[in-house]
């Protein structure tokens, strides 16, 4: 299969080609060949563009990395963004660790998970696919377990001596814990954070939303309860209102959590890399039906 995929660089600039090969399977690399970047969570790798073009010589945590797409996707349109990925799956890592290497990407790969206490814990194995495993002790079906090291984001920071500006944390309802760890460098140095807060599937967890429309299951509560608590903004990132419903879904299942008010200039900026995206996409579906007339 062919596993270099376009990708942008900067907004009106010419794409570059971002090598998605790696040693282990992958649920996102597949998605992302069928689907294009669009298709497996574009809406998110927009407003990461976007909230990363804000300081483009940063430092993005990438908190949950699985086999590292938003950090190469970043890595590759801001090359003097500092990126540290951390992810305590160990064929995701190897993913990773070789999609930085075959395209000459500067990322800093922890293997580990961020928690809320410096040692190891279980990590759960999916049986739903490899983007799918937790340290959740709410996840209690999957194929298996295996012990992973842990530390917290409070920690890193004083190990490491640097500081995030942005951070990307998708952790499978493990999310209470990251913010448990992170407390200091969340409420003093105020980064950004970019979070999936999934929705609730049980009837149990309905009942207990208090707001319209609310269905966030009890640890995406927990988090945006304790973003607000902390003077925190959220914004659920959302499908530019300029665009149909043929592009992608109305929201996302991640928001933005911005240290004091949103950003007037923000969603002006997202929509553009959307855009940039869907004509990736279409481009894409161009070549794939030349492929199919021409028999290749």
């Not at 963004?81 to 995701?92: D, K, M, R, T, V």
Request: charged share 20%.
């Amino acid at each position: 299969m062919h596993e270099v995929i376009d990708v942008p660089t900067q907004l009106g600039a010419p794409t570059a080609k971002l090598n998605l090969a790696g040693p282990e399977p992958a649920y996102v690399r597949t998605s992302i060949l069928r689907r294009g970047i669009l298709g497996y969570g574009g809406f998110t790798a927009a407003a990461l563009y976007a909230l990363a073009s804000r300081k483009p010589n940063g430092t993005f945590f990438d908190i949950g990395a699985n086999m590292g797409l938003y950090s190469a996707l970043l890595g590759t349109s801001f090359p003097d963004l500092n990126i540290h990925a951390f992810e305590p799956f160990p064929g995701s890592c190897d993913n990773l660790a070789a999609i930085a290497a075959t395209n000459g990407l500067d990322i800093t790969l922890h293997r580990c998970a961020i928690s809320d206490s410096i040692g190891t814990a279980s990590l759960t194995i999916s049986a739903q696919s490899d983007a799918s495993h937790s340290l959740s002790t709410r996840r209690h079906s999957g194929t298996g377990i295996i012990e992973v090291p842990t530390t917290t984001l409070d920690a890193l920071v004083r190990e490491l001596g640097v500081v995030p500006d942005l951070i990307k944390v998708d952790v499978e309802r493990h999310e209470p814990a990251v913010v448990r760890g992170g407390i200091s460098t969340l409420t003093e140095h105020r980064p950004i954070v970019v979070i999936e807060l999934l929705g609730s599937r049980s009837e149990a967890d309905r009942a207990l939303s208090t707001r319209k429309g609310a269905t966030l299951n009890p640890e995406a509560r927990e988090t945006r309860q304790a973003f607000v608590q902390m003077g925190y903004t959220p914004q659920r990132i959302k499908r530019p209102a300029h665009l149909d419903d043929t592009v992608g879904k109305g929201a996302s299942h991640d928001f933005i959590m911005w240290p004091d008010e949103i950003d007037p200039d923000f969603d002006g900026i997202y929509a553009k890399w959307v855009d940039a995206l869907v004509e990736l996409r279409d481009e894409m579906r161009t070549i794939r039906r030349q492929n199919i007339l021409e028999g290749t």
